[in-house]
């Protein structure tokens, strides 16, 4: 038995599609009792590298090791010791809740008698015990996830994937969902999960960017914030292409995105106000605030996380109409 | 097995959630048998009731055939669902998935034969046990040949667009081969090579020695060829659920 092992470990990790390199190359190391994120725009590889990792496809290349076994060669192994909930829903819809996590028991080896007991304590947990005999179909969006997160939970894993599990929820439900994930993280166990929800991304121990099938950032939300140190300055002028143009003729790089101009600055209170008195456009909103994790990704890519329910944090400082 | 067992409950909880597939299934060969066996028997030589006798056996084997390759099709929407992806990372053999669901389509298929059985009197057909516990193994055997065909055919498919085709330029044919309907002996010499590779016509065939006491085939080169088929096909499933996704 190797006690030292890593929860996830990839090497020079590589997927391709017939056509698409969906994976160039991960290493990727999670530890044990972490929860870990992994950021990245659509298409960039998040589910492709989740699928490996949860048997569920072969790798092109290199290797994976999931609790310390190899997810090509120790399947069953890897397969025992977690929990996945998929991006896609996977229900049985015209089954009750109970019966969707009693079957689960039973594929993961429970007797009967074991499934039904299991399948009780996990109802109480998740809140679902009211809602046990109604159809799969018949639950609100929100239930839905949570009997996904159930269904997870079933087998008793080391670790948990987690893609984009809380996708199309309410801010109520993102909460209670992610209270129970905290929950099983506090008894040691590992958590690595993707989001579009960067508030969520926040509380992670560590992230991963990835794009394109590379990672291209990793660290604790606060080191990568501090990678572009100092802080962000977000312009909504009348005419944000000429504004563009002119702040790079002066030594600036602006990177438009859909929140409007966003201008990188180590110290962006000493930088605006010039900045508005000189530049030629009429500057209709300017905010400063604590670099995000989307502006770490911008930076990073010159283009955003496509995140478009994000909510951008509290600015620092609000000039309307300021000229 | 391990998880066998979870499979094949996993099917009957949701036939049984399905009344519609439940009983169109049974309607469906109770239609085959009167039509068939009036229309057709009016103007055969062996005689109206001698003629219900004969297809007797061909109208289980349609009817065994398409609902066991019908609850085998379900796979596919498995697959879109997406129950199937949180079957396929659970611990579970894949022999155990494969073999599991060709047993849970030969029990879907078994219900409604088996209630097909009950005309049996009523046709003026009336066998000793022996005979009639002779009828039911073939009956099994046909049904887990018929099974194994559809999980394999539909473990492959992503898309329930290909069900028409497969049904219409695979099982039709199949079925009109098999001399479900006419005696093989009769058949023209083409008709009965071609027979010779139909798995529908040996099921057919050990069906109707149960029923009648006469066999095209030998009963040892039927249960020899069905053997044959249901391993081969079992595999070739097994095969597909082990690459999971990448399928
Ligand atoms: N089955 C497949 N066949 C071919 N290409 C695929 C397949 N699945 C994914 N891809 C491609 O691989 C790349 C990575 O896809 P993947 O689903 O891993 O992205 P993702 O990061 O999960 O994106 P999203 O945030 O939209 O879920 C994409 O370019 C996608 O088009
Ligand atoms: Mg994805």
Redesign the interface.
Known sequence: MNMQYAAIETRDLSKRYEKVEALRGIDLTVNAGEMFALLGPNGAGKTTLF?IL?????PSGGEARVMGFDVMRER?AV??R?G?V?Q????????SVR?NLL??G????LSMKAARVRTGEIMETLGLTDIAARQAQKLSGGQKRRLELA?SMV?NPDILFLDEATLGLDVDARRSFWAQVRQFVRSGRTVFFTTHYMEEAEVADRIALINEGRIIALGTPRELKDRIGGGVILLATEDDVRACAWLMQHGHKPEASERGIVLVSTEPAAVLPALLTTLPVKTLRAEVHEPSLEDVFLTLTGKGLDNGEAVPPKPALIMGGAR | MKGLFAVIMLDLKRLQTDRVRLISSLIQPLLYLFVLGSGLGASSVLGKGRYIQYIFPGVLGLSLLFSAVFAAMLIVFDRQIGFLKAVLVAPVPRTAIAIGKVLSGAIQALVPAVVLLIFLPLLGMHMGWLRFLGLLGAMVIAAITFSALGVATAARFKSTTVFPIISNAVLLPMFFLSGALYPLADAPHWLKILAHFDPVAYAVDLMRGAVLDTTFFPVWLSLAVLTGFITTLTWLATRVFASGEDA
């Open positions: 699928s949860a048997t569920l496809r072969k069953a397969r025992q977690m996945i998929f896609e829903p996977a229900l049985e819809q015209k089954l019966d079957l689960m039973l594929f993961y080896g269904r087998p």
